[in-house]
């Protein structure tokens, strides 16, 4: 079975090739590739090569293949694994093995990644129950199951106690108000959506420097339909406010049970702990990208007030599981954090640019041979080809979000790649 696929040979060195892959064994899975969504993390991998932690330190001469948020269906099932899994099925990976090497797909093999028209799944990920079968009405939003994991993750890391009896509660407070610090953002979206749509608070507060990002984030998760789920979502851009802490207390009359830090930046974590009521919980979620970073809190407000500091990163199989429930009972729409849709074709170049984010996540079509196009900007090459046209009007008709009736019109009119 030959594959197109993006191998990463050293950092900043990507290229779309087509090679040969091995005949699968009798513990292993042929999977066609469907979608991939495209993550930040990823470029850091490839801006970083074999210095990455999970990227293998012989990729020149056994280069990797990208793309760790797949979905895809079996086109062959190895002998050992007949009747365990079938042909057609669909399925999304969990790509963080937990390995002592540290390698995961979309960072360390060479014939499993997302960016990939066929892979072969290997032992170690159906071992580990990482290989996950999904149900959903749409391959993209199998895709977006493990970044909504890690948030889901996230969520799960709150935890609050009763100080009568001191019995702890995990998760966010539910009927509780909750805090997005730096949350216009792909994860930030992932947040808003599970809060209302899972976490069961009754007011969720994004924050952010930028009224442009703070515009899109409410364009794709609004007030009206927090609102319809029973939650007031108020998104605040601190950039224009004189003393953003008094704000915050101010909205949330009088501080946040829960508050996730989406920004790695201290003064957000300082924050953070700030604008906690007592026995607030803050979840610091943003990786920092040095080693050292320091932050400051008011530890006299740890120790009387109650303030709890967690820190979450990754997920797990039953994460995503877990996920994969909330989509298909339509309590989540993944379609809020995409903003962009392209081809295998197109890959390099639009991870390339990650260099200066834009948008949230960018979801690519591993079969077609696509530019990178805006979802908000379909309209505008509706000239070019009565392809966008009509995706324009689809997408229009869902509130202007990418959905199911959207990417089975593409799938089946799309040039191939």
């Given at each position: 079975?030959?594959?197109?696929?993006?191998?990463?040979?050293?950092?900043?060195?990507?290229?779309l090739?087509?090679?040969?892959?091995?005949?699968?064994?009798?513990?292993?899975?042929?999977?066609?590739?469907?979608?991939?969504?495209?993550?930040?993390?990823?470029y850091?991998?490839?801006?970083?090569g074999?210095m990455?932690?999970?990227?293998?330190?012989?990729?020149?001469?056994?280069p990797?293949?990208?793309?760790?948020?797949?979905?895809?269906?079996?086109?062959?099932?190895?002998?050992?694994?007949?009747?365990?899994?079938?042909v057609?099925?669909?399925?999304?990976?969990?790509?963080?093995?937990?390995?002592?090497?540290g390698?995961?797909?979309?960072?360390?093999?060479?014939?499993?990644?997302?960016?990939?028209?066929?892979?072969?799944?290997?032992?170690?990920?159906?071992?580990?129950?990482?290989?996950?079968?999904?149900?959903?009405?749409?391959f993209?939003?199998?895709?977006?199951?493990?970044?909504?994991?890690?948030?889901f993750?996230?969520?799960?890391?709150?935890?609050?106690?009763?100080?009568?009896?001191?019995?702890?509660?995990?998760?966010?407070?539910?009927?509780?108000?909750?805090?997005?610090?730096?949350?216009?953002?792909?994860?930030g979206?992932?947040?808003?959506?599970l809060?209302?749509?899972?976490?069961?608070?009754?007011?969720?507060?994004?924050?952010?420097l930028?009224?442009?990002?703070?515009?899109?984030?409410?364009?794709?998760?609004?007030?009206?339909?927090?609102?319809?789920?029973?939650?007031?979502l108020?998104?605040l851009?601190?950039?224009?406010?004189?003393?953003?802490?008094?704000?915050?207390?101010?909205?949330?009359?009088g501080?946040?049970?829960?508050?996730?830090?989406?920004?790695?930046?201290p003064?957000?974590?300082?924050?953070?702990?700030?604008?906690?009521?007592?026995?607030?919980?803050?979840?610091?979620?943003?990786?920092?990208p040095?080693?050292?970073?320091?932050?400051?809190?008011?530890?006299?407000?740890?120790?009387?007030?109650?303030?709890?500091?967690?820190?979450?990163?990754?997920?797990?199989?039953?994460?995503?599981?877990d996920?994969?429930?909330?989509?298909?009972a339509?309590?989540?729409?993944?379609g809020?954090?995409?903003?962009?849709i392209?081809?295998?074709?197109?890959?390099?170049?639009?991870?390339?640019a990650?260099?200066?984010?834009?948008?949230?996540?960018?979801?690519?079509?591993t079969?077609?041979?696509?530019?990178l196009?805006?979802?908000?900007?379909?309209?505008?090459?509706?000239?070019k080809?009565?392809?966008?046209?009509?995706?324009?009007?689809?997408?229009?008709?869902?509130?202007?979000?990418?959905?199911?009736?959207?990417?089975?019109?593409?799938?089946?009119?799309?040039?191939k790649?």
């Open positions: 079975m030959k594959t197109k696929a993006v191998r990463l040979y050293g950092a900043m060195d990507l290229r090739e087509e090679f040969e892959l091995p005949e699968i064994r009798p513990d292993e899975v042929l999977l066609k590739v469907v979608s991939d969504s495209l993550c930040a993390s990823t850091k991998a490839v801006k970083q074999t990455h932690k999970r990227v293998p330190s012989d990729i020149a001469e056994k990797i293949i990208i793309g760790h948020e797949m979905c895809g269906e079996i086109v062959e099932v190895g002998a050992k694994l007949q009747g365990k899994w079938n057609g099925q669909k399925i999304v990976i969990q790509p963080a093995l937990k390995l002592e090497t390698y995961d797909p979309g960072y360390s093999y060479q014939y499993i990644g997302g960016s990939a028209t066929y892979a072969v799944v290997p032992k170690i990920v159906l071992e580990r129950n990482c290989m996950i079968p999904y149900e959903g009405d749409a993209f939003k199998g895709s977006l199951v493990e970044a909504l994991a890690c948030v993750r996230g969520y799960l890391g709150f935890y609050h106690t009763d100080y009568t009896n001191y019995v702890r509660t995990d998760g966010a407070k539910v009927g509780g108000r909750i805090a997005i610090l730096g949350g216009a953002g792909p994860m979206l992932g947040a808003v959506d809060a209302s749509g899972y976490a069961g608070v009754k007011q969720i507060v994004v924050t952010d930028s009224e442009d990002r703070l515009s899109y984030a409410r364009s794709k998760c609004t007030p009206e339909e927090a609102a319809r789920r029973g939650t007031e108020i998104y851009n601190t950039s224009d406010v004189a003393d953003p802490v008094a704000k915050l207390l101010e909205i949330s009359e501080g946040f049970d829960d508050v996730f830090v989406m920004v790695p930046v003064a957000l974590f300082t924050m953070a702990e700030q604008i906690c009521r007592e026995d607030g919980c803050v979840n610091f979620f943003a990786g920092p040095v080693h050292d970073m320091q932050g400051s809190l008011n530890l006299y407000r740890v120790h009387y007030d109650g303030i709890h500091v967690v820190g979450t990163a990754g997920s797990i199989p039953k994460d995503m599981e996920v994969i429930g909330l989509i298909e339509n309590k989540i729409n993944p809020t954090l995409v903003s962009h392209c081809g295998l074709n197109a890959v390099i170049d639009t991870l390339m990650m260099e200066k984010p834009n948008g949230a996540k960018k979801v690519c079509y079969h077609l041979n696509l530019p196009i805006a979802i908000d900007e379909l309209d505008q090459w509706a000239d080809d009565p392809l966008y046209a009509e995706l324009a009007k689809i997408v229009k008709n869902n509130g202007g979000l990418w959905c199911a009736e959207a990417e089975e019109y593409l799938l089946a009119n799309a040039p790649i």
